[in-house]
Every structure is written in structure tokens, then in C-alpha cells.
């Protein structure tokens, strides 16, 4: 599985911006997929995730009522909407994916995906 993450730049406060993440190699549809974000000196933390039916949303507090994660499944591509943007959701994000199974989807958690993109710097101004 590929994961080729896009659409960061710089965006003034208030502002939005839509992140795209591009999937190859795995049928889309069995995947389970989340996003992340790393800001300079911090761990990275999770942002949004869906399951592979797409059933089941998650977002942390800090973005929820700010940010929509969704799917296109005709173009194998996910995406996270960014509305209202602080300056405090600077950071490069992350797309991720895994493989769906029975397991737990322990979906904020960095360890329980295999597949990450590259990362995509999203930078808002005060």
C-alpha cells in the first residue's frame, strides 16, 4: 500500500484547507484509515479516522466541529476538511492506513497502522 498525502500550505487563522491522501496497491475498500499530525518538538497525535466501511467516524476533541474526514472511493482517496483553522494546527500531517480485520481498531494509537504517507505541511498564521 502507497499513501501520497497533499494539499498543505499556509493559511491565515479562520481560514480552511483540504488535505488529500492518494491510496495505491490495496483495494481501498478493506483498508481502515486515519491522519495524523506532528508539530515541531512534539509527538505526533491523532487527528481523524474512519473504518473501512466508512460505518464509524473519530476525531479528536481539539479538531471535532472543525475538521471532516471522508472518502471518495472512485478516486481511492481520502480526505480531511479543515475549517477554522488556529495557529495551533500547524504541523505536518500524516495519512495512515491498515489493513481491516477483526482486531480492535485502536484507531489513535500511531502503532496501529502499517502504511504512512510522507506528510504534508499545513502552516496557519496569526
Known amino acids: 500500500v502507497q499513501l501520497q498525502a497533499s494539499g498543505g500550505g499556509l493559511v491565515q487563522a479562520g481560514g480552511s484547507l483540504r488535505l488529500s491522501c492518494a491510496i495505491s496497491?490495496?483495494?481501498?475498500?478493506?483498508?481502515?484509515m486515519g491522519w495524523f499530525r506532528q508539530a515541531p518538538g512534539k509527538e505526533r497525535e491523532f487527528v481523524a479516522a474512519f473504518t473501512w466501511s466508512g460505518s464509524s467516524k473519530y476525531y479528536a476533541d481539539s479538531v471535532k466541529g472543525r475538521f471532516t474526514i471522508s472518502r471518495d472511493n472512485a478516486k481511492n482517496t481520502v480526505y480531511l476538511q479543515m475549517n477554522s483553522l488556529k495557529p495551533e494546527d500547524t504541523a505536518v500531517y500524516y495519512c495512515a492506513a491498515v489493513r481491516a480485520s477483526a482486531i480492535v481498531f485502536h484507531f489513535g494509537l500511531t502503532r496501529a497502522y502499517d502504511y504512512w504517507g510522507q506528510g504534508t505541511l499545513v502552516t496557519v498564521s496569526s
Open positions: 496497491g490495496r483495494t481501498f475498500s478493506s483498508l481502515n
